[in-house]
Structure formats: C-alpha cells, structure tokens
C-alpha cells in the first residue's frame, strides 16, 4: 500500500512568518500534486510536480519533488490569512499493474491557520 | 466554462438506507473518479470510470457502486449505510483519465444518523 505522510498535521503562525509542509512516502510517485481545501468545498490543484529534483514557485509559495520522487516540500513565505486552508499532497499511481488507468494517494493533509 | 457540478450538496440518512449522488463533469471531460473523504483524513480513492466503463475500483466493500452514463455524467450509489460511511463524496473528472489532470468539483456531505 502506498502512503503519504504529511507534516506537521497543525500549523498555526502569525501573519508574515515563513512555513515548510512536508509530504514523505517509501514509495516512488510519477507524479506529485499540492491541493489546498477550504471548509466543505473540494480540493482545488495549486501545482503538478513530475521531474526529481523539480522546484515551481506560485508567487509566495515554493514546492519541490524530491531527487528520488519520493518526497515533496511546499514553502510559503510571508503567509498571509488568506493562505489559510488544508493543504493536501496527492502522488499519482495506477490502478493495475499493467497501468492505464490512475488514481491519486493522498496524505492526511496540514491544517494551516494564519493569524492576523 | 462550468467546473465539476455535483448534487445534493448535502444529504442526511439513516443507518440500513440508500443513497445515489450525482456528478456532472467539466464539459468535454470523458473521466470521472469518485473519492470519500472522512472528517481529518485525506480523500480515499473509490471508482474511475473511463468511457462508461469501470477502469480502477478502490478497497471499498460492494455496497458501493458507481456508473457512467453516455453523457459521461456519473453516480455513486451506496447501499445499507452505516454510520462510518458520513463523509464528503468527492466528484473529480479529466479530460482522458490522468490523475494529474483531475479536476475535483465541491463535494456532497453525507451524514448518517
């Protein structure tokens, strides 16, 4: 089973600090996602990391894929209260093992809060 | 253009009962994935669907099912609900069945009572 370990599970930080959410498995993903969620709506895609070793920066935020596909990091610098929300990894995998058709693993997710 | 429309958005039933939610996918779009997320937990894969056809089901027990219609609309239909079934039924569609291009849309809140 493929897993997705997300931490820290909470983070609560002022307007202004710098924050790092970290996404870890044992396995190799071809693919990693960052969603954020906001209360009872659906995740909604902030970057698609494909290539080791990749960094894409989304104004503030920074996410990079880890060297081996294994593990991914998402930076913010400068948070604001408008950051607020879950923020989710998600590695892509196929349903069999003859591949075709895919799927998302998720993590459990981080919980940011951002205080004015 | 509309995003991922799904109905109802929320619903409340009780143990033992049915329930069948509906998607509607961003037009163009011929996949839909289905996923449950349970209150603190990431979403959990449940079904694809890929042309009308099943492509990849998640471990979820057979009182969840799902089709596609030729419209490429979906439901997920579940039966005998127990109470661990309380969730928010995600609906992502994409364009050829690429997770990475999956678009999520705003999700039905089930509460089983």
């Known amino acids: 089973t493929q897993l997705l370990e997300q931490s820290p599970q909470f983070l609560s930080i002022q307007e202004g600090e710098n924050l790092t959410v970290y996404c870890n498995s044992s396995s190799v993903f071809s693919s990693l996602q960052w969603y954020r969620q906001e209360p009872g709506e659906g995740p909604v895609l902030l970057v698609t990391?494909?290539?080791?070793?990749e960094v894409k920066k989304l104004k503030r935020l920074t996410f990079q894929f880890g060297d081996a596909r294994k593990d991914s990091s998402l930076h913010i610098t400068a948070a604001q209260p408008g950051d607020t929300g879950l923020y989710l990894c998600a590695g892509e995998t196929s349903n069999t093992p003859q591949g075709g058709s895919e799927k998302l693993v998720f993590g459990k997710g981080t919980k940011l809060t951002v205080n004015p | 253009d509309a995003g991922v429309t799904q109905s109802p958005t929320h619903l409340i039933k009780t143990r033992g009962q049915h329930v069948t939610l509906r998607c509607s996918p961003i037009?163009?779009?011929?996949?839909v994935s289905w996923y449950q997320q349970v209150l603190g937990q990431g979403p959990q894969f449940i079904f694809q669907?890929?042309?009308?056809?099943?492509?990849g089901r998640g471990n979820f027990p057979d009182r969840f099912s799902a089709r596609q219609f030729p419209n490429y609309s979906s439901e997920l239909n579940v039966n005998a609900l127990l109470l661990g079934d309380s969730a928010l039924y995600l609906c992502?569609?994409?364009?050829?069945?690429?997770?990475?291009?999956?678009?999520f849309g705003p999700g039905t809140r089930l509460t089983v009572t």
């Open positions: 037009s163009g779009h011929k996949s």
């Open positions: 990391v494909v290539t080791g070793g």
């Open positions: 669907y890929y042309e009308k056809e099943e492509r």
């Open positions: 992502a569609s994409s364009l050829n069945g690429k997770a990475y291009e999956q678009y």
